[in-house]
């Protein structure tokens, strides 16, 4: 019991690598503990196979915020992102569907499905633009909070109001809808070919249990256009060393700033004493104290598990067990002898250096959803394919190449229960394999080494609750003020000297940083320490 | 003849418009294509000797505020708690009797008399779900009783202040719960009140007529709320009875009604209203035309695509109108015997359990027949003997889990499987009904939609969805009621605040042509 920290960090992913670089910044005592051997959380790079490097788990980039970029300076610590130019679905017949980065080859490429929809394209990517830069500025503060009385709170509820309403009504329209309709629904609106709107519908869907015809989902198309590197918009890309490259970045700079960053350290509880929280225990019983304890673990793990319901009141653990982590992806990771050839686009090329999405038609993810609301996996899943290793050559061996493979549905919860995983793993992952080589005949003779990744491994190795890879539901019940729960979204929790601050936090999940960000501007604005 | 308006369909909301309107003076008259008025809510025989009460069978969605501005109950209406519902399961003790829950009901009504409702140990949930729905409903009846409003964001608007107010008058904690559920699946609002999950299912089911969506699609809680505001008193005769007293107030308030007439087109020069031409060639002039139809039909069918405006028709393209139910009307020998209570009952639930609903919206999402459709059933002849022989009964069904056409199409052998595929769910809970019945009468989608007129042959003319409510039913240009083609008002359930046999909409269309009216300071 040596030192006193003046904030401890639970989990080094980079929500809590963010958090703890700011607090550390600002002069702080910091420690962060990670559990795992390798910091990142799911945000991690690991050699699984000799010369072989897999992003584990997350595997692109594009909302990381820019302004964390900046003020921790992540690029002098190691941080490149090397932009995915290209969206390619491949199609059982015909030559699928490329969407370039030139707009005009897209245009050209899109008119052979549909000329109005060739027409429509860009004017969808301007309007959707529009709103993203109102969104941007939604998600880059704390939420808002409609049932506050404060002046402060009505003052940012006034000014959110005033930004939309100098939304055009057309673009105004357009935000509603987005916030209520179904992806497939919105796209058919404006588009009329299901070979384009499926793959674009996908965005809506990606980590959330629900299907692109579920109400809600197209919310979440926006995230297609806020994407944000080096200031271009509309860009996803993958950093340079694998999505841990950008934990390792964050990671420096904490350590710059003078943070402690212990890995191998699992919290086994939360110390609290006298009704507030005062440090941790960790596995090995140690005691570490510290004024503030910042969890960066999902909400329901942090409070029913390394707090404890004896330490809050009755409501707010029955509203934090309503809170929903329906897992619903999965991953497979290969190692790859050779590069996959695409049957409707055989060879090397452009295509295939940005993400392929096997989504041949809205019916086609429908049909996937519906088969795993009843508790199987998809037999025919969405699939998003990225091969970092063509644009970051240090990943593989020469030659050779790592493929991430991100797979909708598989429910957390089997039909004989979650636990059945294990027995079901390989069959998922043939499944899959299968489902991509259809698209690409040799895949199977090309694998050197496979990885998959179960929503209940998701939960076992990197603790995320039902392996709901955003630590909770993107839905508008829980999202801005209602994340993870109404009353508490600005970080704090019923039991003083505890926060949160990872994605079960306003603004949610995905590599973007700003949960952690946003907490610990919170944490320091509140002088607690 | 500057002063006619003419109403377009004498269903419930033609109906309500033409009578408000006739009563302050205006020469009214309304066209309506069939034989009878009421539309979808015309009682009217189906098999020799049986009659319906409305392809929609329940009018206790009728506005109080309505009833009231048409002074109905001094014309015959009479109120009545709504019977309560028998949540019918397979076997002896696998049923409940629930309460209709809803957001208000009437101090007249009549005493209701039937079974008392018997819910075991979910009777705590239950009645926490109708503390919600009595404390929501105050704003959610603020949502559906007032003209919905422009979403034009250049000047700070009245009534959306006054709404917000109103939710926030509920207190934060309330307020901030409604906005939870609302966005929830209504199976997991639910869920956090009733643990029997085929009591969730039957309590879920009626939000889903109209709806693209299954138990577990999101927003369908919100729904569900809106439904249970919306519900009120119930209306003795049901649909049909109401569609009578409608007619008769019209008329009484000087209405002309011509049957079996048919607009071919609303005729417009320069942007407004002239009058129309009836199929056959005449024409009638008018300055204001009211049309109670499906908004797609009246505006893509009977105004010519040169009169009408591109925003217009980008706006109406856009209103989805996916059915999802089919309507099953069954002449019987005598009265169902439940397997799971004894005694008589009205209302009868066959919904399965969430799952199983949710297979239901499978089917139809997928264009194929559901293996278990799932029921909302009336026995009318309970409470009016007269529909049917003496001792024989009718049973009104809403069928769930079909598409608009099944992949294939719909041949009289797939028509069969349909009412086979309901009677089979039916006999599981009534043993012995199949071999009672008498007559049928399966209206599929394209049977409503060729019968009334409704696109895709939705019961609500548009779905029910969060983004097709209030300022966007169907849209911000036509949610007003008023058009921007001048003297054209659409009074339909596709037009806010849409639902069943509400009256709403035909009242809140009379409003807005006398607040046109004034503006142009031609009435009082």
């Not at chain 1, 694998?242 to 700033?257: L, P, Q, W, Y």
Request: glycine share 10%; charged share 20%; net charge negative.
């Amino acid at each position: 019991m040596s030192t006193r920290y003046d904030a401890i960090i639970i989990g080094g992913g980079h929500n809590g690598l963010v958090c703890a670089a700011y607090l550390a910044k600002a002069g702080r005592k910091v420690l962060v503990l990670e559990r795992r051997p390798v910091l990142g959380g799911a945000a991690v790079t690991e050699e699984l196979h000799p010369g072989f490097k897999y992003t584990v788990c997350s595997y692109v980039v594009s909302l990381m915020r820019p302004w964390i970029v900046r003020e921790l300076e992540l690029a002098r610590c190691g941080l490149q992102l090397i932009p995915l130019e290209c969206s390619f679905t491949p199609h059982l017949e015909g030559p699928g569907l490329c969407r370039w980065p030139d707009p005009q080859r897209t245009r050209e490429e899109i008119a052979g499905l549909s000329v109005a929809d060739a027409e429509q394209y860009p004017r969808f990517g301007q309007a959707m633009g529009r709103l993203a830069r109102f969104v941007k500025d939604v998600i880059d503060q704390p939420a808002p909070d409609p049932a506050s009385l404060w002046p402060s709170d009505l003052g940012q509820l006034a000014r959110h109001a005033r930004a939309f309403q100098q939304l055009s009504s057309a673009d105004a329209l357009n935000q509603i809808k987005l916030a209520t309709m179904s992806a497939a629904d919105l796209l058919d609106e404006w588009f009329e070919s299901d070979a384009l709107k499926a793959p674009m519908s996908c965005s809506g869907i990606i980590g959330t249990f629900l299907g692109v015809r579920s109400p809600g989902t197209a919310a979440v198309l926006l995230h297609h256009y806020m994407g944000e590197i080096d200031g271009a918009s509309r860009a996803w890309g993958i950093a340079r060393g694998g999505n841990g490259a950008v934990s390792e970045a964050i990671a420096t700079a904490a350590r710059g700033f003078g943070a402690t960053i212990r890995t191998q350290a699992a919290v086994a509880r939360i110390l609290v004493r006298g009704g507030e929280a005062a440090g941790v225990v960790l596995d090995s019983g140690d005691e570490i104290e510290a004024k503030v304890v910042v969890s960066a673990a999902e909400p329901r793990l942090t409070f029913l598990r390394l707090l404890g319901r004896e330490h809050l009141d009755d409501d707010f653990v029955a509203r934090i067990k309503r809170y929903r982590c329906r897992g619903s992806s999965g991953k497979v990771n290969l190692a790859l002898d050779r590069l996959p050839s695409f049957t409707c686009r055989p060879g090397d090329g452009l295509h295939i250096r940005g993400d392929i999405a096997v989504a041949p038609s809205i019916d086609y993810l429908e049909e996937a959803y519906d088969e795993a609301k009843y508790g199987a996996f998809s037999r025919r899943p969405y699939l998003n394919v990225v091969i970092p290793s063509l644009l970051d050559p240090t990943l593989a061996p020469p030659g050779k190449h790592v493929m991430s493979i991100f797979v909708q549905y598989a429910p957390y919860a089997l039909e004989a229960g979650p636990s059945a995983w294990p027995s079901q793993r390989e069959a998922f992952g043939d499944a899959v394999v299968q489902t991509l080589a259809e698209y690409c005949p040799g895949l199977e003779a090309s694998i050197l080494h496979r990885q998959v990744l179960t929503p209940w491994d998701l939960e076992q190795q990197f603790g995320l609750t039902e392996g709901n890879i955003f630590h909770g539901e993107l839905t508008a019940d829980q999202l801005l003020f209602q994340r993870p729960l109404a009353g508490w979204a600005r970080y704090r929790s019923p039991v003083p000297g505890l926060w949160m601050c990872a994605s079960g936090t306003h603004p949610g999940g995905g590599v973007m940083g700003a949960p952690g960000g946003l907490a610990a501007k919170a944490i320091l604005s509140a002088a607690v320490v | 003849m500057s002063d006619t308006v003419i109403v377009i369909g004498a269903g419930h909301n033609g109906l309500v418009a033409a009578a408000l309107l006739a009563r302050r003076g205006l020469r009214v008259r309304v066209i309506e294509s069939r034989a009878v008025a009421g539309g979808l809510c015309a009682g009217e025989a189906f098999h020799p000797g049986y009659r319906h009460i409305g392809v929609h069978h329940d009018a206790s969605t009728l506005r109080p505020w309505v009833a009231r501005a048409l002074q109905l109950s001094t014309h015959g209406l009479s109120l009545r708690p709504p019977p309560p519902i028998l949540v019918a399961g397979p076997g002896e003790h696998e049923g409940w009797v629930l309460p209709s829950l809803r957001g208000s009901s009437d101090p007249t009504e009549a005493l209701g008399s039937g079974p008392e409702p018997s819910l075991g140990e979910h009777q705590a949930g239950i009645h926490a779900l109708e503390a919600l729905l009595t404390s929501v409903s105050p704003v959610l009846q603020g949502f559906l009783d007032n003209p919905a409003p422009s979403l034009d964001l250049s000047t700070p608007s009245w009534p959306v202040i006054q709404r917000a107010l109103a939710l926030r008058g509920l207190g934060a904690r309330q307020m901030l719960e409604l906005m939870r559920i609302a966005a929830l699946p209504v199976d997991d609002a639910l869920a956090e009140y009733i643990p029997a999950p085929r009591l969730r299912a039957a309590l879920a089911l009626p939000a889903l007529i109209g709806a693209y969506m299954g138990p577990w699609s999101p927003h369908s809680a919100g729904l569900w709320l809106l439904q249970g505001a919306q519900t009120a008193s119930d209306v003795a005769g049901g649909p049909a009875e109401l569609s009578r007293i409608l007619e008769k107030v019209a008329t009484h308030h000087g209405a002309e009604i011509l049957f079996e007439h048919e607009v071919e087109r609303i005729r417009i020069e320069d942007g407004r209203v002239e009058g129309v031409v009836l199929r056959g060639g005449d024409e009638i002039d008018a300055t204001v035309v009211v049309s109670s139809l499906e908004p797609r039909r009246t505006l893509l069918d009977l105004i010519s695509p040169l009169d009408l405006p591109v925003q217009l028709e980008d706006e109406i393209r856009c209103h989805r109108v996916r059915a999802t139910s089919a309507k099953l009307h069954l002449a019987l020998s005598g009265l169902p015997r439940w397997s799971s209570a004894e005694g008589v009952f009205e209302r009868i639930r066959v919904a399965g359990d969430p799952a199983s609903l949710e297979r239901a919206f499978d089917a139809a999402k997928h264009r194929r027949l559901p293996a278990a459709p799932a029921l909302d059933v009336r026995v009318p002849t309970v409470s009016e003997p007269g529909l049917a022989p003496p001792g024989h009964h009718v049973a009104s069904v809403h069928v769930l889990g079909v598409p608009y056409e099944p992949a294939g199409g719909w041949s009289p052998e797939v028509r069969r499987r349909l009412s086979d595929a309901a009677l089979d769910q039916l006999e599981e809970v009534a043993p012995g009904i199949g071999a009672s019945v008498v007559g049928i009468e399966l209206l599929t989608p394209p049977d409503l939609e060729a019968r009334f007129g409704i696109s895709g042959g939705h019961l609500l003319h548009g779905e029910a969805a969060l983004d097709q409510l209030w300022s966007l039913r169907p849209g911000p240009l036509l949610s007003r009621h008023e058009t921007p083609i001048e003297g054209l008002f659409l009074a339909s359930g596709g037009i806010h605040p849409g639902g069943g046999p509400s009256g709403a909409s035909g009242a809140l269309a009379a409003r807005a042509i006398q607040e046109a009216d004034q503006r142009r300071g031609r009435r009082p």
